[in-house]
C-alpha cells in the first residue's frame, strides 16, 4: 500500500474526474503543477505569461507588461542576428528553413537516465523485477549509466537515444554550437556508456546492435567545420581525444569478420531497417548467409577516417605517422577483398548490371546475387579520400604502390591494387573502394530518374522495383521486394521505418560528400550525365550541388507557393497560421517528397542546413 493518500495520479484525478481530496490541500510534496482555466471564445486568444525566480528572490517591479514582451523580442532578436552572422546573406525562405532545421536540434536537448544495474536488480523499496531480465542482451551492458542531456531524434516522442543518428545531430550542431557536437559527438563513446569490449550502444531496446560506424566521419567532420568557420587551426586536443575513444571501438569493429571465413564484414541490418529481400540480422532457414555489400564497405569507410584524422594530427606530430601506416594496411586489405574473389569465389560486384549486391553463400559453398539495387549497394562510395603532394611527400606510406610493394611482389600476377589503387590526378593521390569504371556505371543508376534519382534526392530503393517487383526464393524461406516510395510495407524492423523506396536525409549527405571527394580529385575530367540520357553533362561537383537542391526543395516553397513536404494537406500548405511551420521528417516519400514517419524534428533531417550553408557558397553550381 501507499505510504501517503496522495500519488502522481492524483493530478489527472483531480483534472479529468473531479476528485478534489486527491490533491495535497497542504500544497506541498514532491510534485507540483499549474492549472489555468478560462473559456476561449471563437476566434479569440489566450496568453498565459509565467516567469521563474529563485526561492527568497524579489518579485520584479513589473515582471508582466511591456518588459515581459520586450524581453521576448530582445532575445528573439539575438537569435536572429546570430544566425545572419553563422551565415549572411540568406534568403527569407531559405532563412526559414535554416534556422528551423537548427532551432529543432536545440529544443530536441532532452535529459535521459538509465541505470541498466538498477533496472536489472530493482529498487531496494519495490517489488523485485523479472528474472528474466538477467537473459537478455542487455543484461551484457550493466556497466551502462545514461545521466546526461542528449540530442535526441525526435522530442515529441518519449526520450531516446539513437547512436547513428546523434552523430548527424553533432555534424549539423557544429554550424552554430561546436562545443555541442563535440560533446555530443563522444558522449556515447563515454566509459559509463560503452560496453567492455568497446562496444558502443545503439538505443535503448536494443543496445548490441551494430550500427554504421560513422563516429569517426562525424569527428572529422565537426573538426573541419569549426575550424572553417572560425579561421582558425582548429581543435587538435578534441581530435586526439577523439582518436583515442575511437581506437578503442574501432577494435571491437575489426574483430567483426563474418561466420563464414570470408574475411568480409557483418552488420546485420546496420541502420537500413527492411533494405534486404531477406532479414540479413538471420541466418535462412536452410542456413544459407547473407554476404552483405555494404558491411566491408562501412569498415573500409571507417579506416578512411581514422587515416584522415591521423593525417591531420600529424601534421603538428609526428608520431602520429605510424597510426597512418595502421589505417592505410587495413583500408588496401578491405579494398582487395571487396574487389577480388580470392579463394571466396565469387565478388559482391556484378559486372553483367554494374553494381554492388548482397550475395547468398549457402552450406554447400555455393553463391547467388540478390539483385536488388538499394543505398547498400552505394555504400562502397562512402570510402573516399585524396591527398595532395605534400602530404604523401610527408607521409610516404600514402603512396600505396611504393609503400605496398611487397604485398604487390607476392602476387604471382598483376593486382587489383596496380590497377586500381595509387593513382595519381591533378597532384592528389587517391584512395578509394571503387574504380573509375565502377563510378561511372553506378552513377548511371544513381542519376536515373527511372532508378534512384526522385525530385527530392537519391531513393533508397531503385523505382524499378515499383512495376517489376523482385522475388527470391531460398529453400523454405521466399520473400518479395517492390518499390515503396513512403511507409513499409512489411512488418521487419516492427513496420515503422521503411527504406524500399523513399528518401533519407542522412544517406544522402553522405553521398553527396562523397561524390564531392572524387570530384576534388577529378575535377571536370569525369562527367556525368545527370539526369541520365538527359544530355546534360556535368562534373560530379555539379551533380552533388544539383542533389543538394533537390533535397532542399523538400522544404522550400515552389513556383506555386508549397512545401513539398507537407503533401496535399491543404490546412499546413495555405492557413497563414500553419504554412511557415517546417517539420523535419524521418524520412519523404520517394516521387512527390511527403514527409513520411517521425515528424516535428527528426534531428538528422537537420543536416538539410549544412546543404543550405554550401548552396549559398556555390549559387552558380
Same mark, same amino acid.
Given at each position: ?425 591533378? &597532384?592528389?593521390? @587517391? !584512395?578509394?573502394?571503387? /574504380?573509375?569504371? =565502377? ?7 544513381? *542519376?536515373?530518374? %527511372? ?116 503533401? &496535399?494537406?491543404? @490546412? !499546413?500548405?495555405?492557413? /497563414?497560421?500553419? =504554412? ?7 524520412? *519523404?516519400?520517394? %516521387? ?30
Amino acid at each position: 500500500p501507499n505510504s501517503t493518500p496522495f500519488q502522481k495520479d492524483g493530478f489527472h484525478r483531480f483534472l479529468i474526474e473531479g476528485e478534489q481530496g486527491a490533491i495535497n490541500p497542504a500544497e506541498e510534496g514532491t510534485k507540483a503543477a499549474a492549472l489555468f482555466q478560462s473559456t476561449v471564445a471563437p476566434g479569440d486568444t489566450w496568453t498565459v505569461e509565467l516567469r521563474l525566480r529563485a526561492v527568497g528572490e524579489p518579485t520584479a517591479a513589473e515582471p508582466f507588461g511591456p518588459g515581459f514582451d520586450a524581453l521576448f523580442a530582445a532575445r528573439d532578436q539575438e537569435w536572429q542576428s546570430y544566425m545572419e552572422q553563422c551565415l549572411p546573406g540568406l534568403s527569407q525562405d531559405d532563412r526559414l528553413i535554416h534556422n528551423s532545421a537548427l532551432a529543432g536540434l536545440l529544443w530536441c536537448k532532452k535529459y535521459y537516465g538509465w541505470s541498466v544495474l538498477r533496472w536489472l536488480e530493482g529498487d531496494p523499496t519495490q517489488p523485485a523485477p523479472p528474472g528474466g531480465r538477467n537473459h537478455t542482451e542487455t543484461a551484457d551492458w550493466r556497466r551502462l549509466h545514461a545521466h546526461d542531456i542528449i540530442a535526441m531524434p525526435d522530442a515529441w516522442e518519449y526520450p531516446y537515444f539513437c547512436q547513428w543518428d546523434l552523430m548527424f545531430h553533432a555534424v549539423s550542431f557544429a554550424i552554430v554550437d561546436p562545443a555541442t557536437a563535440k560533446q555530443q559527438s563522444m558522449l556515447l563513446r563515454s566509459p559509463h556508456y560503452t560496453a567492455p569490449n568497446a562496444q558502443t550502444p545503439a538505443y535503448e531496446w536494443a543496445l548490441s546492435d551494430p550500427n554504421p560506424p560513422i563516429g569517426a566521419w562525424a569527428v572529422m567532420r565537426i573538426f573541419q567545420i569549426e575550424r572553417k568557420q572560425a579561421d582558425a587551426n582548429g581543435d587538435l586536443p578534441f581530435l586526439r581525444a577523439a582518436l583515442r575513444k575511437l581506437l578503442l571501438e574501432y577494435g571491437w569493429w575489426a574483430n567483426r569478420n563474418d561466420r563464414s571465413g570470408d574475411n568480409l564484414f557483418e552488420g546485420g541490418f546496420l541502420g537500413l531497417d527492411n533494405i534486404a529481400v531477406f532479414d540479413r540480422r538471420f541466418p535462412l532457414s536452410d542456413g544459407s548467409r547473407i554476404q552483405q555489400c555494404d558491411g566491408t564497405a562501412w569498415m573500409a569507410s571507417l579506416s578512411l577516417n581514422l587515416l584522415n584524422i591521423a593525417v591531420e594530427l600529424s601534421r603538428e606530430e609526428p608520431e602520429y605517422a605510424d597510426m597512418c601506416e595502421r589505417f592505410v594496411y587495413d583500408f588496401i586489405q578491405l579494398a582487395v577483398t571487396l574487389n577480388v574473389p580470392a579463394t571466396r569465389g565469387y565478388l559482391n560486384w556484378d559486372e553483367e548490371d554494374g553494381f554492388y549486391y548482397d550475395v547468398i553463400k549457402r552450406p554447400d559453398g555455393s553463391t547467388d546475387y540478390l539483385r536488388t539495387r538499394s543505398v547498400s549497394g552505394l555504400i562502397p562510395l562512402l570510402a573516399v579520400a585524396s591527398y595532395d603532394v605534400e602530404t604523401v611527400e610527408r607521409l610516404p606510406v600514402l603512396d600505396v604502390l611504393k609503400s605496398m610493394a611487397w604485398f604487390v611482389h607476392e602476387r604471382t600476377s598483376p593486382t587489383w591494387l596496380q590497377a586500381n589503387l595509387g593513382h595519381w590526378h591533378n &597532384d592528389r593521390l @587517391l !584512395f578509394t573502394l571503387v /574504380p573509375k569504371d =565502377r563510378l561511372r556505371r553506378i552513377c548511371e543508376r544513381l *542519376f536515373d530518374e %527511372d532508378e534512384f534519382l526522385s525530385p527530392y534526392g537519391i531513393r533508397a530503393l531503385s523505382k524499378v522495383y515499383e512495376a517489376n517487383p523482385y522475388r527470391y526464393t531460398e529453400g523454405s524461406d521466399s520473400e518479395v521486394l517492390s518499390y515503396s516510395p513512403a511507409d513499409s510495407p512489411v512488418a521487419m524492423f516492427g513496420g515503422n521505418s521503411n527504406w524500399r523506396g523513399p528518401v533519407w536525409m542522412p544517406i544522402n549527405f553522405l553521398l553527396i560528400e562523397s561524390l564531392q571527394k572524387f570530384a576534388h580529385f577529378y575535377g571536370d575530367s569525369f562527367k556525368v550525365e545527370f539526369p541520365t540520357r538527359s544530355g546534360n553533362w556535368i562534373s560530379l561537383w555539379d551533380a552533388s550541388l544539383q542533389l543538394e537542391k533537390r533535397l532542399v526543395g523538400l522544404f522550400r516553397r515552389d513556383a506555386s507557393g508549397r512545401r513539398a513536404f507537407n503533401g &496535399d494537406v491543404e @490546412l !499546413f500548405q495555405n492557413d /497563414p497560421h500553419w =504554412r511557415d511551420l517546417i517539420l523535419f521528417n524521418e524520412y *519523404f516519400h520517394g %516521387d512527390n517528397g511527403r514527409g513520411v514517419g517521425a515528424s516535428h524534428q527528426t534531428g538528422w533531417t537537420a543536416v538539410v542546413a549544412k546543404m543550405i550553408n554550401q548552396l549559398h557558397r556555390y549559387p552558380t553550381g
